[in-house]
T-cell receptor
Framework: DAGITQSPRHKVTETGTPVTLRCHQT?????MYWYRQDPGHGLRLIHY???????DKGEVSDGYSVSRSKTEDFLLTLESATSSQTSVYFC????????????FGSGTRLTVV | KQEVTQIPAALSVPEGENLVLNCSFT??????LQWFRQDPGKGLTSLLL?????REQTSGRLNASLDKSSGRSTLYIAASQPGDSATYLC???????????FGKGTHLIIQP
């Protein structure tokens, strides 16, 4: 199985503070994604990356930025957290495994108070 | 824009029943479809990946079918068990750089 880890697993932060979530993979997959999961909305794509320093916006990118300085790390930053960004955040990688499927991390539960 | 719909949204059945979960998508130009399982408070576990050239995939008691032309997939669970209780998500590539577009899931409860 592809190794993908997210940190932290849980975080509580105050409105207006910056927050960075980390996604780390161990197998040099090119494509990485950040999603958020909310009741009633399901999983929605925030940002994605197709290589080092190559990133682009997804469906719900407002208020978020990303960076990928190394193949293995994809960072999601909330520049100034708001209560509407309270959510569960998942990172995913696109793998080959003979056919391209997707593997997800265990998620980060973020609460903005 | 790709849209994915899952029916039913919730399902509760007694143990031992065979059941079918449905997924439909609006854009049939997909190259695969993936079914996931999510337990409460947990991440997503991949169950089955069906390539566009395939009509079905099987893993144990699970069988997933794909009909691209009609924009439908079904997940068949045979002889359901309480341990199958979870939310089942269907997803197709359709977001930016082929990120997945998800349905909202079917919340399944198997009664002992």
């Amino acid at each position: 199985d592809a190794g993908i880890t997210q940190s932290p697993r849980h975080k509580v932060t105050e409105t207006g503070t910056p927050v960075t979530l980390r996604c780390h993979q161990t197998e040099n997959h090119r494509y990485m994604y950040w999603y958020r999961q909310d009741p009633g909305h399901g999983l929605r794509l925030i940002h994605y990356s197709y290589g080092v320093k190559d990133t682009d916006k997804g469906e719900v990118s407002d208020g978020y930025s990303v960076s990928r300085s190394k193949t293995e790390d994809f960072l999601l930053t909330l520049e100034s957290a708001t209560s509407s960004q309270t959510s569960v955040y998942f990172c995913a990688i696109r793998t080959r495994q003979g056919a391209e499927g997707y593997t997800f991390g265990s998620g980060t539960r973020l609460t903005v108070v | 824009k790709q849209e994915v719909t899952q029916i039913p949204a919730a399902l509760s059945v007694p143990e031992g029943e065979n059941l079918v979960l449905n997924c439909s998508f609006t854009d049939s130009a997909i190259y695969n479809l993936q079914w996931f399982r999510q337990d409460p408070g947990k991440g997503l576990t991949s169950l089955l990946l069906i390539q566009s050239s395939q009509r079905e995939q099987t893993s144990g008691r699970l069988n997933a079918s794909l009909d691209k032309s009609s924009g439908r997939s079904t997940l068949y669970i045979a002889a359901s068990q309480p341990g199958d209780s979870a939310t089942y998500l269907c997803a197709v590539p359709g977001g930016g750089a082929d990120g997945l577009t998800f349905g909202k899931g079917t919340h399944l409860i198997i009664q002992p």
